[in-house]
């Protein structure tokens, strides 16, 4: 048993006080976003009580006082992510922007013929933009494929490296399965042979402590409504040589040094990714939300949702005709699964008069539930605020459903 005091823990979050269809609220859709604690509510309810104001160019107080929380948030998030200087972190909307950002930069140093790999476990938002990259510059996309068990086929992403490639994308953790990509391995063979990597850190970043200097990766992207902060927030690390190398994402204010109607220069990092006013009280109750998780200790979390990860499973997989998709070795956090016979929409529903949040559908990940035939899963996805009652209860509901649907 891990030394985490889940008691006292739950009593941060006011939402999981809540009943749901007469039923206490069993929330397991964190992978889709987690919940918030007080302490961060609390972050969120002070700034627009004391000091809501422009940041950046304001020389009277309440400005000050924004702009200092706001860069000490980014203090906060370079130090939580081992980053080696506070210009390589880019204050962003979330995960989707952060990718696009990276993605639209490389127009300009992408060529015809260039080659892109992406993982075939990939979120639509690590697709997506590199489809649409693709077509602008006449690159080429390539898939590493994955096994039944929902890991990557590590012997053919080294076989489609080469000296075309230019970019490799994958996620740390897959959202729709949960596997804990080999990203260390990833990334030191993409630049053995030339290529940059993004690693999309969304829904890794809440269970694993990633270090930005020891994966020495070139960028990394994270969402804090998936961390206990608040949502239309996130990160984009980036490697102070490639923001160099990238263009302006947005053009605006903010992102400038001097503009005429001739010719305009651009501010140095971060700012010059940073256009526009930001989401300054968002910014900074995503560095009171790392605090938090820091606060309990991201080790302690690692541990206890492993048990957690693992209690599920064995529980889940002893009901009869339910398949979990995604058996990797290296797992966290979510459990993905069907009873054959029955849509996972009508488990959601039932799940859901018995107060239990979970996720039904593709997640956004239809090359995977293509991969396996399938249109969707029940996906229960697991924080450190949840426990192994709550796990019964899931799992007396899965019987439940399966009795009524069968
Ligand atoms: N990638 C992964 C792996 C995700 O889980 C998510 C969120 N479901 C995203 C990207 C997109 O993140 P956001 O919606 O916060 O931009």
């Known amino acids: 048993e891990v030394g985490l005091d889940i008691q006292k823990i739950r009593k941060d979050f006011p939402i999981l006080q809540r009943e749901v269809n007469g039923k206490p609220l069993v929330y397991l859709d964190n992978a889709a976003t987690s919940q918030t604690p007080q302490q961060v509510i609390d972050v969120i309810v002070d700034y627009y009580h004391r000091y809501n104001a422009n940041i950046h160019r304001g020389v009277h107080t309440l400005s000050q006082e924004a702009t200092d929380a706001y860069e000490a948030a980014r203090g906060t998030i370079q130090k939580h992510f081992n980053i080696a200087k506070a210009h390589e972190v880019i204050l962003t909307s ?11 930069g490389f127009t300009s140093l992408l060529k015809e013929g260039d080659e892109i790999l992406v993982s ?8 997506v933009p590199w489809q649409m990259l693709c077509e602008r510059t006449g690159g080429v996309l390539k898939v590493i494929p994955m096994n039944e068990n929902g890991e990557l086929v590590m012997t053919e992403f080294h076989n489609l490296l080469s000296d075309k490639t230019k970019l490799v994308f ?22 053995k042979a030339g290529a940059a990597v993004l690693v999309d850190g969304a829904q890794a970043a809440a269970h694993i402590k990633a270090d930005m200097q ?15 902060g608040p949502t239309g927030v996130g990160m984009l690390y980036g490697k102070e040589e490639w923001l160099t190398k990238l263009p302006p994402y947005q053009g605006g204010g903010e992102m400038i040094a001097e503009v005429t109607f001739e010719k305009t220069t651009y501010a140095d990092l971060p700012h010059k990714f ?3 006013t930001p989401n300054i009280c968002g910014g900074i109750a995503f560095g009171a939300a790392l605090d938090y998780l820091n606060g309990i200790g991201m080790e302690t979390i690692v ?15 002893a009901i009869d005709v339910l398949k979990i998709y995604g058996t990797a070795e290296h797992k966290t956090s979510v459990i993905s699964f069907n009873i054959e016979g029955i849509h996972p929409y009508d488990i959601g529903t039932i799940l859901d008069k018995l107060g239990i949040a979970v996720r039904t559908g593709h ?39 399966r009795n009524m649907l069968l």
């Open 363 to 401: 997640h956004c990940a239809q090359p995977i539930m293509d991969f396996y035939g399938i249109p969707g899963t029940v996906r229960a996805s697991f924080s450190f605020y949840n426990t192994k009652e709550e796990v019964d209860v899931l799992v007396a509901g899965v019987k439940r459903a």
């Open 120 to 127: 075939a476990m990939e979120h639509h938002s690590n697709i």
């Open 214 to 228: 020891a994966l020495d990766v070139d960028f990394y992207t994270a969402s804090a409504h998936k961390m206990c």
């Open 94 to 104: 979330g995960t989707t922007h952060s990718i696009n950002l990276v993605a639209s």
């Open 303 to 317: 541990q206890y949702e492993e048990e957690l990860l693992n209690y599920a499973t064995e529980q889940l997989l």
């Open 274 to 276: 940073e256009a526009g």
């Open 170 to 191: 994958c996620n740390h953790v897959s959202n729709a399965l949960g596997t804990v990509n080999p990203i260390a391995e990833i990334i030191e063979a993409s630049h």
